[in-house]
């Protein structure tokens, strides 16, 4: 059973920085894709980032030149370094992975940005 941790949240001011961490448990951690998605107040979960097994990230729009996925196989983790942050950025930040199609989900780490 793949078990996802997330951590690194907190609150912050705008402009500025976090990194959230993701460990994973259960799965040959380096054959997997990673994901980060995100869930505001009322709003759906929307995706963020995501890094393949062979280390290429991609991102949404509204992230991209802001925030840096990366990862190590070596710790079975995940990153998601966020800088200049904003008010906008507030969500609960989720780690996912598929296998077997199957999605798991962390319990996820809240991030608030304050203005």
């Known amino acids: 059973q793949i078990q996802l941790v997330e951590s690194g949240g907190g609150l912050v001011q705008a402009g500025g920085s976090l990194r959230l961490s993701c460990v994973a448990s259960?799965?040959?951690?380096?054959?997997?894709?990673m994901g980060w998605y995100r869930q505001a107040p009322g709003k759906q979960r929307e995706y963020v980032a995501h890094?393949?097994?062979?280390?290429?990230?991609n991102y949404a729009d509204s992230v991209k030149g802001r925030c840096t996925i990366s990862r190590d196989n070596a710790q079975n983790t995940v990153y998601l370094q966020m800088n200049t942050l904003k008010p906008e950025d507030t969500a609960v930040y989720y780690c996912?992975?598929?296998?077997?199609?199957?999605?798991?989900w962390g319990q996820g780490t809240q991030v608030t940005v304050s203005s």
């Open positions: 259960g799965t040959r951690f380096n054959i997997n894709a």
């Open positions: 996912n992975t598929v296998s077997g199609y199957k999605d798991y």
């Open positions: 890094i393949t097994s062979g280390g290429s990230p």
